[in-house]
């Protein structure tokens, strides 16, 4: 992925090993404004070996005003038998509150949209709080629409340990 820059300073590249400070920072940020904080438990270790390390399981982008983050994306493929075909599944998409309104999350969708057409995947999903009603306008404004029709279920903590016999 090659870095797209625009003449307000605002780039969008890859992000790298030596980000991960600015990346746990930016999820601590996030956390933050979803009033989430209580659930953040990853670490730079952590963050180190799902990105970078030997199995990545996901990437993320960087969104920079003249070299400073300012927000990032972070997304992984998931795949639809229905369609037969990858898709992209985007896990956070954040930028700073000063930082709204300036066109800088639209430009970090398009790279997203970008990526998706380049890698032949037939959709780019995310989900976001029933709350966030500035970012589900922002959303429908790009053309997504709302998939009310499906529930999103999840096992964590004891219950997944549970589930595989541990």
Known sequence: MSNQSDPSGFSIR?????????????????????????????????????????????????????????????????????LGRPGIYLEDIYV???????GFGEAMFRRLGQIAVERRC???????????????????KLGARPMDEWTVFRITGQPLRQLAGL
Do not use: M, Q
């Open 14 to 82: 890859t992000a790298n090993a030596a980000d991960i400070p600015t990346i746990l920072a930016l999820i601590r940020e996030l956390a933050e404004y979803e009033k989430l904080t209580h659930e953040v438990v990853a670490s730079e270790d952590s963050l180190r070996e799902a990105l970078f390390g030997e199995r990545r399981t996901a990437e993320v982008l960087l969104g920079e005003v003249d070299g400073s983050a300012i927000g990032y994306a972070v997304f992984f493929h998931n795949f639809s038998t229905f």
């Open 96 to 102: 700073k509150p000063e930082c709204r309104g300036r």
């Open 122 to 140: 037939d959709r780019l999903e995310w989900v976001v709080l029933d709350w966030n009603e500035s970012a589900i306008g922002f959303y429908r």
